[in-house]
T-cell receptor, first 115, second 114 residues
Framework: AQTVTQSQPEMSVQEAETVTLSCTYD???????LFWYKQPPSRQMILVIR??????QNATENRFSVNFQKAAKSFSLKISDSQLGDAAMYFC????????????FGKGTRLSVIA | NAGVTQTPKFQVLKTGQSMTLQCAQD?????MSWYRQDPGMGLRLIHY???????DQGEVPNGYNVSRSTTEDFPLRLLSAAPSQTSVYFC?????????????FGPGTRLTVL
């Protein structure tokens, strides 16, 4: 079974600084997706960024970027110019590329942003 | 466009009571799923469905029942609530075809079982 590991239960960053959240995963598949979701205090799950495993180029979305290391099975999230609104739980997730497979989540990292 | 809706937002039950958490989506998605979120545990899959009439178990199915009679609706039933089922429940949906099949989540239901 696929597993997703987030080794940092909590992280903090100064406003305007950069922070990197770690994620590793275990799979024998070659075609899959990886995601980072943000969950603010409102509880809503918000997709931050996604990466398709067959694409070597790292995905970016404005201040959010990933470092995807397929051989190492690592998928870290970098948040640049951190803002107070970035404070949230962040979940890393994996899904094999098949129509019926579920999304598997890590346990999450709580990010605090210090003004 | 409402996306994925869940009702109720909050619920308090007594041990042994039954209830149904409602989930609906208006995006014509074939795939729907239920997760529970507990502190320090992330989101764990309870049940999922790949279309009307088809359901399957996830990681933590015990104590929960589902059915899928329409594409739009995917209710989650607790037949006899237990304190261990105190959690936040999320419903989600997505397409099953194509590569850009993003999963959309409902706003969640916070359930407390006394």
């Amino acid at each position: 079974a696929q597993t997703v590991t987030q080794s940092q239960p909590e992280m903090s960053v100064q406003e305007a600084e950069t922070v990197t959240l770690s994620c590793t995963y275990d799979t024998s598949e070659s075609d899959y997706y990886l995601f980072w979701y943000k969950q603010p205090p409102s509880r809503q799950m918000i997709l931050v960024i996604r990466q398709e495993a067959y694409k070597q180029q790292n995905a970016t979305e404005n201040r959010f970027s990933v470092n995807f290391q397929k051989a190492a099975k690592s998928f870290s999230l970098k948040i640049s110019d951190s803002q107070l609104g970035d404070a949230a739980m962040y979940f890393c997730a994996y899904r094999r590329n098949s129509g019926n497979t579920p999304l598997v989540f890590g346990k999450g990292t709580r990010l605090s942003v210090i003004a | 466009n409402a996306g994925v809706t869940q009702t109720p937002k909050f619920q308090v039950l007594k041990t042994g009571q039954s209830m149904t958490l409602q989930c609906a989506q208006d995006m014509n998605h074939e795939y729907m799923s239920w997760y529970r979120q507990d502190p320090g545990m992330g989101l764990r899959l309870i049940h999922y469905s790949v279309g009307a009439g088809i359901t399957d178990q996830g990681e933590v199915p015990n104590g929960y029942n589902v059915s899928r009679s329409t594409t739009e609706d995917f209710p989650l039933r607790l037949l006899s609530a237990a304190p261990s089922q105190t959690s936040v429940y999320f419903c989600a949906s997505r397409e099953t075809s194509g590569r850009r099949n993003t999963q959309y989540f409902g706003p969640g239901t916070r359930l407390t079982v006394l």
